[in-house]
């Protein structure tokens, strides 16, 4: 059965000589990866982490690896792809989605919401530099465990007041909070060990520390 499907990517992983497997978050499938044939002529910036792309997708019933081709981006995002900021922080928010959605699972909303947060990450021409905390603290909520105060209290340390703080404010106040950049990396280890309690999974991101060299 071939359908068509937005796909948003989360990684890939080589496969063979000649295949990868496409690792994806997307409204129709969840968290599902896909095989697509590649060569030496492929674009493989086609599949940079969150680009969004429509696709044909095979469904296999005889196994969990579906195949996808034909693939179209469905925004160019250039205002990620033109800033390394952006584009290091997009690592962070597919590392983390990669590590913490199980695979073949679909939590009901969570493309769409990721889909907004990659536009409005795209649209921010400056005051960028706590998006990927809004976004940890978005994505517990997407997931069904609301973060409050109480609940992230026991994984805040010092950092409790500056998490209520970015919990209450408006989005484009708690953009503009003003945080060190070992604030930052404290909360941002702080919501993930909430993640990580909530989940019952290990989130070990690499990724942080690349953020934490780009931002301070």
């Not at 000589?17 to 060569?39: A, C, D």
């Not at 982490?49 to 469905?74: C, G, H, Q, Y």
């Not at 990721?114 to 976004?135: C, P, R, W, Y």
């Not at 069904?144 to 109480?150: L, S």
Request: hydrophobic share 45%; proline share 5%; aromatic share 8%.
């Amino acid at each position: 059965m071939r359908s068509k499907a937005e796909l948003i990517v989360l990684n890939h992983t080589k496969f063979g000589e000649n295949s990868i497997v496409l690792h994806t978050l997307s409204q129709e499938y969840g968290r599902r990866g896909f095989l697509v044939k590649v060569s030496p002529r492929t674009a493989m910036a086609m599949f940079l982490p969150l680009n969004i792309l429509e696709a044909e997708v095979t469904e296999n019933p005889k196994s969990d690896l579906w195949f996808a081709r034909n693939f179209v981006s469905v925004s160019p995002l250039n205002g990620i792809r033109s800033d390394m900021r952006k584009n290091t922080m997009t690592l962070f928010m597919s590392e983390v989605l990669y590590r913490v959605v199980k695979d073949q699972t679909n939590e009901d909303g969570l493309a769409s919401w990721l889909k907004g947060q990659i536009m409005t990450l795209d649209a921010l021409e400056s005051d960028f530099v706590n998006f990927h905390l809004m976004f940890l603290l978005g994505l517990c909520a997407a997931l069904g465990f609301d973060p409050d105060p109480a609940g992230l209290a026991p994984f805040a340390d010092k950092r409790l007041v500056q998490l209520e703080a970015l919990l209450k404010l408006p989005f484009p106040e708690a953009l503009l909070l003003p945080l060190s950049g070992i604030d930052r990396n404290a909360i941002a280890e702080s919501v993930l060990k909430y993640i990580e309690y909530h989940t019952e999974s290990a989130v070990n991101v690499r990724s942080l520390a690349v953020l934490r060299e780009i931002y301070g």
